[in-house]
T-cell receptor
Framework: QKEVEQDPGPLSVPEGAIVSLNCTYSNSAFQYFMWYRQYSRKGPELLMYTYSSGNKEDGRFTAQVDKSSKYISLFIRDSQPSDSATYLC??????????FGAGTTVTVRA | DAGITQSPRHKVTETGTPVTLRCHQTENHRYMYWYRQDPGHGLRLIHYSYGVKDTDKGEVSDGYSVSRSKTEDFLLTLESATSSQTSVYFCATKLDGGSRLDTQYFGPGTRLTVL
């Protein structure tokens, strides 16, 4: 079983819509969760991270962890065409490795 | 920007030929990683290094070898390239292994096609 699973999409939304991205993970002991954003033909870059459970907000982005269901989510409010990218969830099983989901490609239509 | 460069950025080669990809960093980060990215699979770890001459396997290491003779350089070698190794390869670095909150910084990627 993969440590983290993510629906690869793709997802296409109109500008201004709320984008909802989700991942599930296998091990309830995981506590560190990340979201990376990857623009086309670029390397991924860290967007947000959360520790344990609950919500974390950063501008239009909200990361949410539900440990009871082993579910992590990323919400993008008031989406913009510049948000068009691939979003990868990741979990940190130890101090030096990351396990990534498959990535969801999002297109925001102007 | 963690100052990571990868070379070459694009390469087309033939089955059975050896290929070496280079990752160079200027941040003096201890950890370096090689990933491959394929549609539907996300990023999968090939090998990583936790210091000069200290390396270990990732989840998809078969057919790949690595070397790190200097802190700043991490080489990935395909001894005999196969078509299944056609992929985009990313190098990443991490300051240290002491904190999970230290992010991994990624290079721009190398697009490899094996014919």
């Amino acid at each position: 079983q993969k440590e983290v699973e993510q629906d690869p999409g793709p997802l296409s939304v109109p500008e201004g819509a709320i984008v909802s991205l989700n991942c599930t993970y296998s091990n309830s002991a995981f506590q560190y969760f990340m979201w990376y954003r990857q623009y086309s033909r670029k390397g991924p870059e860290l967007l947000m991270y959360t520790y344990s459970s609950g919500n974390k907000e950063d501008g239009r982005f909200t990361a949410q962890v539900d440990k009871s269901s082993k579910y992590i989510s990323l919400f993008i409010r008031d989406s913009q065409p510049s948000d068009s990218a691939t979003y990868l969830c990741a979990i940190s099983p130890n101090d030096y490795k990351l396990s990534f989901g498959a990535g969801t490609t999002v297109t925001v239509r102007a | 920007d963690a100052g990571i460069t990868q070379s070459p950025r694009h390469k087309v080669t033939e089955t059975g030929t050896p290929v070496t990809l280079r990752c160079h960093q200027t941040e003096n980060h201890r950890y370096m990683y090689w990933y491959r990215q394929d549609p539907g699979h996300g990023l999968r770890l090939i090998h990583y290094s936790y210091g000069v001459k200290d390396t270990d396997k990732g989840e998809v290491s078969d057919g790949y070898s690595v070397s790190r003779s200097k802190t700043e350089d991490f080489l990935l070698t395909l001894e005999s390239a196969t078509s299944s190794q056609t992929s985009v390869y990313f190098c990443a670095t991490k300051l240290d292994g002491g904190s999970r909150l230290d992010t991994q910084y990624f290079g721009p990627g190398t697009r490899l096609t094996v014919l």
